[in-house]
């Protein structure tokens, strides 16, 4: 019922930056807190930041100054911007959303399929 698309990964310099985007569609009827998590090679996956519907942030320590969390509600997207990239940043990076679709009476976690992030050193 609602399709995330994940877009902005690649490979980058240490020092450098990039952007990911992740657009939700489908039959959306609100959108509530959004989200990027990461997982790297044999380790768990790991909230990055998090967004409420009203623009509060959360971040992980270890990308505090550096990653900026947005979300533009009507488009409903929410983007990464990431400055200062480290090697340690490697990892897939997920976008994650709580959405009420049409016709449902709840609440429900949507991820996307997942965009590569490599930093060079």
């Known amino acids: 019922q609602v399709q995330l698309v994940e877009s902005g990964g690649g490979l980058v310099q240490a020092g450098g930056s990039l952007r990911l985007s992740c657009a939700a569609s489908?039959?959306?009827?609100?959108?509530?807190?959004m989200g990027w998590y990461r997982q790297a090679p044999e380790k768990q996956r790991e909230l990055v930041a998090t967004?409420?519907?009203?623009?509060?942030?959360n971040y992980a320590d270890s990308v505090k100054g550096r990653f900026t969390i947005s979300r533009d509600n009507a488009k409903n997207t929410v983007y990464l911007d990431m400055n200062g990239l480290k090697p340690e940043d490697t990892a897939v990076y997920y976008c994650?959303?709580?959405?009420?679709?049409?016709?449902?009476?709840?609440?429900?976690?949507?991820w996307g399929q997942g965009t590569q992030v490599t930093v060079s050193s």
């Open positions: 489908g039959r959306i009827f609100s959108l509530n807190d």
């Open positions: 994650n959303l709580v959405a009420r679709a049409i016709s449902s009476t709840s609440w429900s976690n949507y």
């Open positions: 967004i409420t519907r009203g623009g509060g942030t």
